[in-house]
């Protein structure tokens, strides 16, 4: 059904939510979902109830002939969980990684990149504090200045964004699709494959250019 490619279908601000739905087959199954942003201290009143729209954009993959239609869906799953990193992930003999300490990709949700990574720095600040036989915060306040110089440039910059997600931005997204070296460079960022911090001026000029180039064409 999915054909050799695997195609994976990523639908932004899916049925008007901030926010976007995902179908990507996996070996046995095909996983599903919607997420939508939430800011705190904001008005919840545009508020959307993920149970319906989940059906909603179950209907609307099926029609697309983007799933069989007969496609079993089991129990619905779901959590909510923060963008934004603590800002301490050390104390006395304890270090946070990962979603513990809020390493989640902003824009995506994706967590999978920074947890590893920051489990790895993790590690090696353990290992050296055993070594000194000192587990105290001052000791391994070293580790939140590794993951900072690390990824937490991306973090800060990716997190900005996501206050486009209530912003009409139909002309961005548009432009993204009309150009494949312009979306390949945002997907890359997106799934960690590149850092936002380092792809960020390509990107602009990247944006900028495909710009100039419709309206020359237009003449």
């Known amino acids: 059904w999915f054909t050799e490619k695997r195609s994976v279908h990523i639908f932004l601000k899916i049925l008007g939510m901030r926010g976007y739905g995902w179908s ?3 070996k046995d199954s ?3 979902g919607v997420g939508e942003y939430q800011f705190l201290g904001r008005s919840n009143e545009d508020k959307k109830n993920l149970t ?4 909603s954009f179950l209907s609307l993959l099926k029609n697309q002939k983007i799933i069989p239609k007969d496609l079993k869906i089991k129990k619905l799953q779901g959590g909510g969980f923060l963008i934004w990193p603590l800002k301490k992930t050390y104390a006395d003999r304890v270090l946070l990684c990962g979603d513990a300490a809020g390493f989640v990709n902003p824009t995506t949700g994706e967590g999978i990149y920074n947890a590893m990574t920051s489990g790895e720095i993790a590690s090696g600040v353990i290992i050296n504090s055993l070594e000194k036989e000192d587990t105290s915060k001052n000791f391994l306040s070293k580790y939140q200045k590794i993951w900072k110089n690390d990824f ?3 973090l800060k910059l990716l ?3 996501t206050n486009r997600w209530g912003i009409e931005n139909e002309t961005f997204i548009k432009r993204i699709s009309q150009d494949n070296k ?3 460079m945002c997907l890359d960022v997106m799934t960690g494959e590149k850092s936002i911090y380092q792809m960020r001026w390509k990107i602009a000029l990247k944006y900028i250019s495909s710009v100039l ?4 064409n237009r003449k």
């Open 24 to 26: 990507f087959p996996k």
């Open 30 to 32: 095909v996983n599903i």
């Open 52 to 55: 319906d729209l989940h059906k």
């Open 152 to 154: 937490g440039r991306d």
């Open 159 to 161: 997190s900005r964004s």
């Open 182 to 184: 312009l979306a390949e």
């Open 213 to 216: 180039k419709e309206k020359i």
